[in-house]
Nanobody, 124 residues
Framework: QVRLEESGGGHVQAGGSLRLSCAAS????????MGWLRQAPGKERDVVAA????????YYANSVKGRFTISRDNTENTLYLEMNDLKPEDTAVYYC?????????????????WGQGTQVTVSS
């Protein structure tokens, strides 16, 4: 099991940028593929981006391709999500999540450990 804590959310204007961070408390961070998921009011929680255990492989939802970048620093047990050109439809609670294994996981059901979430609000 891994404890996850997100930070970096906030309120930005459309076209702006934010960087989310997720600190993982575990001795086996490299045993986990990681992901960022989001949930908007009244909608299901969806995978936005995912990354393999070593950072070599990534997955992005079509809605964020070219605007978001997921990365990880295994020396610091930290996951990142760089978000550029933000749009009002990106408004959601963003969650960091972990899945035991090596490859990026595009499905929400693959994740077993979750952070508490951080709010991102984009105004037009």
């Amino acid at each position: 099991q891994v404890r996850l804590e997100e930070s970096g959310g906030g309120h930005v204007q459309a076209g702006g940028s934010l960087r989310l961070s997720c600190a993982a408390s575990t001795r086996t961070f490299t045993s986990y593929a990681m992901g960022w998921l989001r949930q908007a009011p009244g909608k299901e929680r969806d995978v936005v981006a995912a990354i393999s255990y070593n950072g070599a492989s990534t997955y992005y939802a079509n809605s964020v391709k070219g605007r978001f970048t997921i990365s990880r620093d295994n020396t610091e047990n930290t996951l990142y999500l760089e978000m550029n050109d933000l749009k009002p439809e990106d408004t959601a609670v963003y969650y960091c999540a972990a899945a035991w294994g090596t490859v990026p996981r595009p499905r929400e059901s693959s994740y077993t450990d979750w952070g508490q979430g951080t709010q991102v609000t984009v105004s037009s």
